[in-house]
């Protein structure tokens, strides 16, 4: 299972930005999927994840209202709209496959991770 995020880059505070998360390999298409992101010297932390149909959705207080995660199954594509970004909001984002029972709110709760793509947010 490999998972590829892109969509990353460099935006003014206030901007929009969207990422994507491909995933290839052999899996089912039924796990949650979930973003989080690590800020310079500090620890990845929970962001949002979504459940196979999309009906399920849970975000990071932080995030709530501004970002908005998604699927596309028939692409095996994630997707992190991220609105009103914030300088706060820098980080490498990753996404990440849930395969195990577990909260979605801990790293360990996940098993197959991206590489992560860089966010920077200008004051």
């Known amino acids: 299972v490999q998972l590829q995020a892109s969509g990353g880059g460099l935006v003014q505070a206030g901007d929009s930005l969207r990422l994507s998360c491909a995933v290839s390999?052999?899996?089912?298409?039924?796990?949650?999927m979930g973003w989080f992101r690590q800020p310079p010297g500090e620890e990845r932390e929970f962001v949002a994840a979504?459940?196979?149909?999309?009906?399920?959705?849970d975000y990071a207080d932080s995030v709530k209202g501004r970002f908005a995660v998604s699927r596309d199954n028939t692409k095996n594509t994630v997707y992190l709209q991220m609105n009103s970004l914030k300088p706060e909001d820098a980080a490498v984002y990753y996404c990440?496959?849930?395969?195990?029972?577990?909260?979605?709110?801990?790293?360990?709760?996940?098993?197959?991770w991206g590489r992560g793509t860089q966010v920077t947010v200008s004051s």
């Open positions: 990440a496959v849930k395969v195990y029972s577990g909260s979605v709110y801990r790293m360990e709760s996940f098993t197959f």
């Open positions: 390999g052999r899996i089912l298409s039924t796990y949650v």
């Open positions: 979504i459940g196979w149909t999309g009906d399920y959705t």
